[in-house]
């Protein structure tokens, strides 16, 4: 029998109204890039996550490893904003990744088992809550070799059963070729992917 020892609220995206919080994630290059062009649903990994996912899955090499699929999740937070159309824009900071390096991957399929859960989530109370943002704001996977970069049915069932908010990201990557896709909510809508 399960007994919740420790209760959290539930996350939501930080509301802003225009670009001041830029001064305090990004560097002054990415504060002009969106400066000139409209808000757009993005997402910005930072370097320490994308270093963590690149040794995870190997990326920029064919190695034994990466000829399954592999995945792991992504934590930050996440910045809502209504655009000109009053449409809601999302855009998701990544500053820590955790590898599934227990998931079960082949060529075609990732599945996040429940020891890999265990052990993310052990993982995830470890993380320095004042180096890195502990919410969960998404994941990333693998389609290996020739495979193309893009949620697959599969992915999309994952998603809407592990990631269901609109605010969720999905990162897909292949290894062997270094390409790199994200997308965003239920409706797996393909966003601007930053890399720091």
Known sequence: MFKITKETAPYFPKKAK??????SFFDKNLKSFFQEKPILDAI??????F?????HIGF???ITENQVEQGGLLFG????YQNQENKTTFIGIVNHALAAKTAEGSMRHLHFNHATWHSLLEQQEKIDEKKSK???IGWYHTHPKHLDVYFSHVDKKNHLTFFNKDW???LVLNPQREEIKCFLGNNFE???CILE
């Open 18 to 23: 225009n670009m001041p919080f830029w001064e």
């Open 44 to 49: 910005f990994i930072h370097k320490e996550a």
């Open 51 to 55: 270093q963590i996912i690149k040794n």
């Open 60 to 62: 920029g090499n064919d």
């Open 77 to 80: 937070e996440v910045i809502e």
């Open 134 to 136: 502990k919410q969960l």
């Open 168 to 170: 969720h990201f999905g």
């Open 190 to 192: 393909e966003v601007l």
